[in-house]
């Protein structure tokens, strides 16, 4: 699985400088072998990264495929075509060339497709928007070294408002396959989205509210005589809070909720759950087997890694002591419980 986790670092636009023969090569013969061998994630439908914060839609009768491996979450690739099919590659990065407008990307693209030595018979650069962001449309034609063969590649590219950030979609395709993909490409660019910052951009995922339903049924009964359980749901959602935690070191997300409803909380806080996406819709409580306790504010990621993600310190209101947990392979669970007075005697050796 290295070799398409490194391909699809070779096809971004930030990684110009790495395995330059690879990446040279796979501009004339995609869509890469590497694609669906061995282990892999499959996206169906719409794709939301929150890593990045862009969604997508995957193509109507496609599969999005992406690298199974935990340190590795930036997007996916997809199958064009049947006949000389196109490779069509969604991804998020950080800009860690610091482009300041999306036409400096796309003209560093097409750099990078002339210092290689692929022909490029003829290119354009047209601005665009993308939802609510500016971005630049790359579409150039070329050869490659030593072939007659023509492609054709086209690129979109957007900078998110902090210019943290680089998107892109991209698909290869043989020039007399181009006219009969682009409108696939150009579908998947029209649906593009980016998801702004922080819990006031938009709402839960659906995903985090379906497996937080039997505790909304739990609320609206221990709380409404029946009868009066009407808008109960909407009590209970409004009552949640909220926030992102980058649990691996490429920035896997987990959505860490505080439920504040009546019934839920007490001296140690609230109950707590973090939810890590399993398949493209459906996601995973993962703090224990039930949740933990404390407040969204008193969770902290920790620079510790245990099988491949960060280990999580919760502390209990009123700094009564804390909690570790680490991942176990499938959930993270709770191996110490820490009062102060522990911490001190642990430095003074009593």
Request: glycine share 8%.
């Amino acid at each position: 699985m290295l070799s398409r986790t490194i391909l699809a670092a070779c096809l971004s636009i930030s990684s110009f400088f790495c395995c330059v023969s690879l990446c040279s090569a796979q501009y004339c013969d995609f869509p890469p072998k590497e694609l669906i061998q061995g282990e892999h994630r499959e996206y169906r439908g719409t794709y939301e990264n929150l890593a990045y914060r862009y969604s997508v839609v995957v193509p109507a009768d496609s599969v999005g495929y992406d690298d199974i491996n935990p340190f590795y979450w930036h997007g996916f690739g997809t199958v064009v075509g049947t006949e000389q099919p196109s490779y069509l590659f969604v991804n998020g990065e950080p800009n860690s060339l610091e482009f300041m407008r999306p036409s400096d990307a796309a003209a560093r693209q097409l750099k990078y497709l002339q210092w290689h030595h692929h022909k490029v018979d003829k290119s354009e650069i047209t601005e665009l928007q993308v939802d609510q962001l500016k971005a630049a449309l790359l579409t150039a034609a070329y050869a490659c070294p030593g072939s007659t063969k023509k492609y054709v590649m086209s690129l979109m590219v957007a900078i998110s408002p902090d210019q943290s950030t680089l998107y892109e979609v991209t698909i290869y395709s043989h020039a007399d396959r181009f006219q009969r993909d682009q409108p696939i490409f150009n579908a998947v660019v029209k649906s593009w989205k980016y998801i702004p910052e922080g819990p006031g951009g938009r709402n839960l995922p659906e995903g985090v509210l379906k497996r937080l339903a039997n505790v909304a049924k739990e609320y609206c009964e221990d709380q409404f005589e029946e009868g009066f359980r009407r808008g109960c749901r909407k009590k209970f959602v409004a009552n949640l809070r909220w926030r992102e935690l980058s649990i691996t070191p490429s920035h896997e997300p987990g959505i860490l909720v505080e439920n504040d409803n009546t019934g839920y909380c007490g001296s140690g806080g609230c109950a707590l759950y973090l939810f890590v996406r399993r398949t493209d819709k459906e996601f995973t409580q993962v703090l224990g087997s039930q949740g933990g306790l404390g407040t969204l504010e008193e969770v902290e990621v920790l620079d510790a890694i245990t099988k491949g993600h960060f280990d999580i310190r919760v502390t209990w209101s009123a700094l009564e002591g804390h909690s570790i947990y680490q991942w176990d392979g499938s959930e993270y669970s709770e191996q110490s419980l820490l009062s102060p007075q522990v911490l001190v005697n642990a430095v003074i050796g009593n």
